[in-house]
């Protein structure tokens, strides 16, 4: 470190060892917030209140499962709440969560940069997010939609208004609504894809990329790929519901099954939206939690590219009943197969990740080890499906609903709830419960399995799905699924409690509390407004154990007790960062100065051959700017 | 870190843009007025922003194809049915439609071609006549679409055919040709109202004097999305009216 | 439970093509079983063995690209095998055995109704002889249904505007259970019914038993009305022969006599199989597909209801 910092001269410059959480406050400091930070942050708490209204319409459903009959709630309502969790936990909580939430927040971190390529496009897509949600509560105080998520025709398209035989719920505010979010997550897509070629660190090569950023890039592919064509999959349904365009309504000469050709061909793209992410987490958890790197690291890379190109072949596995010709049929179910090959090569591999490693259990790695369980579960479920004379039966059943639960909770949800864990005191620079984590997790792991265990057998056993009402003797089933479920809502409450205790009082988070070589770990907690005091160049990757000292792993801890044991000290105060003012007293200024070049120091030790700093300016020829440098453009 | 940097003439010159005026060397003032905090150099700005525009543009074209699926599909299904509706269409003002956007599509290239020389005056009088050709074609679009609504050919239950040229009489399916039809222009018809926007939004920025032989990315990224624009009527209007 | 045998995850199994698809059914959940016990085994044996002590460092990850390798391909091998044995029995199950009874099944919100070959009509209770091949004609007159008997192992949906098929053998006497398997609207939870699998003996005496059609006979008044009398009845009465003939003459029209089952050669595009759907299309929407060797589009439009054009497409099928 060349000790040119230069001193803060302008007002609008920010400091470069401010949090991110800290400098400008107030309400206009966040929406117009250009800090890709500050985004997925906002992300986040959208997504998690998606979540939980998501959480309470499933509770609602399982509860009227109680009792044979009714429970709370006639057929409509139930209808409605079927549909509304799922609308609500696809559109607005699974495919942004993991993505625009979390990558938004860590991308660009990992890529040691210092925001993604297209800030404003990036605040863009949040409010067109939330536009969208808007659009979906519009539609449900006008009392939702009744037609699943997946609004096949001409159930969705007729309206009875016009004499039509579909639903007269109000369609048009919710098609509309998907369709809007449909953009948001298309200008995330774009906007990863520009980050991740263009603007990584130097040295940061590809084989060096965290595999969270191949699975945020692969499924970033996919969103730009699939998510238009759901886009004129509904605008197409909304002109037929709207104008009667006769394209998907068999009574104006239209074809319906078309409908599910093109609902599919996103849909089923959509699902790898929603579970590469959370490999991605995973990968990055169990490198860090048994400390050594993931085991055929370009396998597991290429194999969510993999997926993200299978997933556009294998959409007709969903119409297996719906009247296709058998050899369609036949070339469907063969490449559905396919997509068990990277499935498997990432859970193979994971676990190989373990043997000979140096495991510590901390809470991210049991939601880590439940993901590997239970997307196992879910993924050699997945094989029944593919089976065409096993399909037959098994459509449209429980069996079904249990095995996208397991892929989409037992995967993405346990992902997203790890990665939170994992990341949370980068997030927010507190630490949380460990106790009520583990208590949390128990309840969720336990709870999730009764629900969905249980309903893998009323599926086989023939109980079709959306159903309001059923036979007698599947009760008893329905009775120990909604028990799970409420043992599932617990442990996301005790989650939910935690995590709120953390921000109003948990511990300051060192810089590593778990030890990762990664260089998201590098920075400080929070990171300040540029994501790293210095720019980082890489010389190392992600997973790189063996150059790491036991010390420098456990560093973190250290240089935090440091940091407490000397109060007085002016700091670089990430544990306080709303008790800063955007302006630092001369002294203070150098103090912060001082302090920031220790921390970047610090940093280097990683690499005896000094990674960050230090080295002589040509070794760097692409960075020919300090963050710290005025005169840019705000 | 050290600030000796590198003067900023380095790799970008192949992208046709000059080195920025800044003096790079000294206090780091390698960041000119118009390049981002996050970006280090011109270069690295203008091609992440070029990669970002292609990736948009390619969901694009994807936003497009559930339309032309649509259409290869109900072709295939009705033929005749397709012939015999698309004889309805005007292939006089359809074709005059496509010279006008081939040709604003060249004064688009030329606008770039002349924000990257320096020439603020004639990258705005390209902008406007690439506004001018849009609007013609919106207006012919409008001529078209008035005599649709007049004789009745329309998608769906609005689907009541009379006085139609030839003396013909369409099958009793043609209202989806329609409904095809007025998806497929009426997409594309809002796709030139957005380009009309950004053209505009753009030529006011050159008029500010936002752009340089340096920087004119905004004004590439635009011509590239009218491109576009033109190339899907390049395959709408043959689908449509010539086959 | 989680060993529970095939009694426990799978219900009763009442048709011929029941047993292969539970026995795949079995075959894939002992594999998933043991493989789930070996995966998950693994990692708790490897989270137990190497849990983080001090000073033991872990041991830097190789290469191993042949492993790699290896669980790439092995997989694929044995997806290959379960593919090629369950589309095999897919197309055993899909086809219909020769001379199967027709039996027609329409949904309607929010029911079941069925036609057999003599034009009685049932709704939500089904009659079948056992041990005799049936052959399911499904149609909807409203949105998409789904027609599922769980103990025959069949679903399939009943698509507005088309018709598909599902061929089956029923082989146990007893009672099955019909669900609607797609999502229909408020009561879908309650569009169920009951297929009763009998002896040949009872099925006649029940056929023999049910009400005729007479409703749909219209004028015929004739005791003995099936739906091809009664298609034939609407086919005089529309005015049909004036074009097309049913004796193999040429007329404005193709003659109708053995049309059914047959490629036909049109103006444009692709031969056509002369199946339910192209018959319907034809009457519904005659100019969308023209016959070869015709170029009258004159034929005028009509408006049947779905049980007329039914038995209409009955009537054609009977002029063999």
Known sequence: ????????????????????????????????????????????????????????????????????????????????????????????????????????????????????????????????????????????????????????????????????????????????????????????????????HKMRAPGLTWRRLPLFIWALYATSIIQVL????????????????????????????????????????????????????????????????????????????????????????????????????????????????LVAIPSG????????????GSISLESPMLWGLGFIFLFTIGGLTGLFLGMLAVDVHLHDTYFVVAHFHYVMVGGTVMGFVGGLHYWWPKFTGKMYDEKMARVGFAFVFVGFNVTFLTQFVIGSRGMPRRYYNYLPEYELGHQISTIGSYLLGLGFFVLLVMFIQSLRNGKPAPRNPWGSAALEWQTPSPPPLYNFITDPIITRGPYDYHLATEAELDEGWAELDARLAA??????????????????????????????????????????????????????PEKKSDDSDDGEKD | MSTEATPATDAHDDHG???????????????????????????????????????????????????????GIYRSWYPHMFVESSHQLNKLMGGANTIVLLFSSLTAALAVRSSQTGNKQATSRFLIITML???????IKFFEYRHKFETGCLPGPYFHPHELSHGATLPGNAHIFYSIYFMMTGVHGVHVLIGIGVIFWVWRRNERGDFSKEYFTPVDLVALYWHLVDLVWIYLFPLLYLI | MILAPETFQLPRSMSAEAPSGDALYMDIYWFSLVFLVLITGAMLYFVVKYR?????????????????????????????????????????????????????????????????????????????????????????????????????????????????????????????????????????????????????????????????????????????????????????????????????????????????????????????????????????????????????????????????????????????
């Not at chain 1, 490198?287 to 597991?300: I, K």
Request: aromatic share 12%; charged share 20%; hydrophobic share 45%.
């Open chain 1, 1 to 196: 470190m060349a000790a040119v910092t230069t001193p803060h001269t302008g007002h609008h410059e920010p400091d470069p060892t401010e949090s991110y959480l800290g400098g400008e406050t107030g309400i206009k400091s966040w929406i117009f917030t250009l800090d890709h930070k500050r985004i997925g942050v906002m992300y986040l708490i959208s997504v998690t209140i998606a979540f939980l209204m998501g959480g309470v319409f499933a509770l609602l459903v399982r509860t009227e499962h109680l009792s044979h009959g009714r429970t709370i709630m006639d057929a409509d309502t139930y209808n409605r709440m079927f549909s509304l969790h799922g609308v609500v936990m696809v559109f607005l909580f699974i495919i942004p969560s993991i993505p625009a939430a979390m990558g938004n927040i860590i991308l660009p971190i990992q890529l040691g940069t210092k925001d993604v390529a297209f800030p404003r496009l990036n605040l863009m897509s949040l409010y067109i997010y939330i536009i969208g949600a808007c659009f979906g509560l519009y539609s449900m105080v006008h009392g939702g939609v009744d037609t699943g998520w997946t609004f096949y025709t001409p159930y969705s398209s007729s309206d009875p208004a016009h004499g039509g035989v579909g639903t007269p719920a109000a369609v048009l505010p919710m098609t509309l609504a998907a369709f809007i979010m449909g953009f948001s997550s298309i200008l995330t897509g774009v906007n990863f894809i520009a980050t991740v």
């Open chain 2, 17 to 71: 843009h000059g080195a920025p005026d800044a003096p790079a060397a000294g206090h780091g003032h390698a960041h000119p007025k118009w390049l981002a905090h996050h970006f280090d150099t011109p270069a690295q700005q203008f091609d992440t922003a070029k990669l970002g525009m292609w990736a948009f543009l390619i969901q694009e074209l994807l936003f497009f194809s559930g339309l032309f699926v649509c259409y």
């Open chain 1, 345 to 356: 090569v990432k859970v193979f591999n994971w676990v190989a990740t373990l043997y000979k």
């Open chain 3, 52 to 320: 983080r002590k001090k000073g033991v460092r872990p041991e830097r990850t190789r290469d191993l690209t042949k492993l790699e390798i290896f669980w790439t391909i092995t997989p694929l091998i044995f997806l290959v095998i379960i593919f090629h044995v369950s589309f095999e029995t897919y197309v055993k199950n899909a086809t219909a055995a020769e001379g199967a009874m027709e039996i027609r099944v329409r949904g309607k919100k929010w029911s079941w109704e069925f036609e057999y070959p003599n034009g009685s009509r049932e709704a939500k209770e089904l009659t079948l002889p056992v041990n005799k091949p049936v052959k399911f004609i499904l149609s909807s007159d409203d949105v998409i249904h789904s027609f599922f008997v769980r103990e025959f192992r069949v679903k399939r949906d009943a698509v507005p505007g088309q018709y598909s098929y599902i061929a089956v053998t029923p082989t146990e006497l007893g009672d099955a259970q019909i669900f609607c398997a797609e999502f229909c609207g408020t009561s879908h939870s309650d569009m169920l019914g009951t297929v009763h699998v009998v002896t040949d003996e009872q099925f006649r005496k029940h056929l023999d038993e049910m009400d005729k059609m007479p409703e749909v006979c219209g004028d015929t008044g004739k005791e003995q009305c099936t739906p091809a009398l009664w298609g034939r009845t609407l086919f005089v009465k529309n005015g049909c022969p004036t074009c097309h003939s049913v004796d193999g003459s040429k007329g404005n029209a193709p003659s109708l006599k053995g049309v059914f089952g047959t490629l036909q050669p049109l103006t444009q595009g692709p031969d056509v199989m002369a199946d339910e759907n192209y018959v319907r299309e034809s009457i519904l929407r005659p100019q969308a597909k023209i016959v070869k060797g015709f170029t009258n589009t004159q034929m005028p439009l009509f408006v049947f209801k779905d049980p007329q054009t039914d038995a209409l497409i009955a009537y054609v099928k009977s002029l063999k």
């Open chain 2, 133 to 139: 050709c849009a609007c013609a074609f919106l207006v």
């Open chain 1, 226 to 337: 699939a998510t238009p064509v759901l886009a004129i999959t509904l605008l197409l349904l909304t002109m037929e519901r709207f104008l009667g365009l006769g394209i998907f309504d068999p009574h104006l000469g239209g074809d319906p099954v078309l409908y599910q050709h093109f609902f599919w061909f996103y849909s089923h793209p959509a699902v790898y939206i929603m579970i590469v992410p959370g490999m991605g987490v995973v990968s990055e958890i169990i490198a860090t939690f048994a400390r050594r790197e993931v085991v055929g690291y370009m396998f597991v890379a290429m194999s969510s590219l993999g997926l993200a190109l299978v997933g556009f072949l294998v959409w007709g596995h969903h119409l297996f009943v719906a009247g296709m010709s058998e050899y369609a049929a036949m070339v469907f179910s063969a490449l559905t197969f």
């Open chain 1, 567 to 620: 109060p007085k000290k002016a700091h670089v105060d990430h544990d306080k960062p709303h008790a800063h003012g955007t302006s630092l007293s001369g002294d203070d200024a150098t103090a912060a100065k001082l302090d920031a070049d220790a921390e970047a120091g610090k940093d280097t030790t990683a690499d005896p051959d000094g990674k960050m700093d230090d080295a002589d300016p040509d070794a760097k």
